[in-house]
């Protein structure tokens, strides 16, 4: 479920979402991470998600894909920025409005 609704949201972008893998990850529970984009040095990017957020709603975790997802448009053109600044944060908003998922979703997590 999670890949297809990545790939949904990703088509919207000009990444090769093909590419982009999707999988879950258990984080350490004292960081309280719920999501992370990743870019590796060979230029492959992914996203993790924590365990726990398979039991959220489809709205929540569409939200949190949408974050990773303009973090990865950014790292397109300057890769490994991963700041929440202005180009981050109108191209989440974009993303945001296109997915139907708040825009608060835009921020940074911790
Ligand atoms: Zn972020």
Redesign the pocket.
């Known amino acids: 479920m999670i890949n297809e609704l990545f790939l949904t949201l990703c088509l919207s972008t000009s990444l090769p979402c093909a590419d982009i893998s999707v999988r879950t990850y258990e984080f350490n529970k004292r960081e309280q991470k719920e999501a992370m984009a990743y870019m590796t040095k060979s230029g492959k990017m992914g996203v993790l998600l924590d365990d726990s957020t398979l039991r959220y709603s489809e709205n929540k975790i569409k939200g949190l894909l949408v974050?990773e997802l303009a973090?990865m448009v950014v790292w397109h053109t300057r890769p490994y920025d991963?700041d929440?600044g202005h180009k981050y944060t109108v191209i989440c908003r974009k993303l945001a409005l296109e997915a139907g998922v708040s825009p608060n979703n835009c921020k940074?997590?911790i």
């Open positions: 974050h973090h991963g929440h940074p997590m």
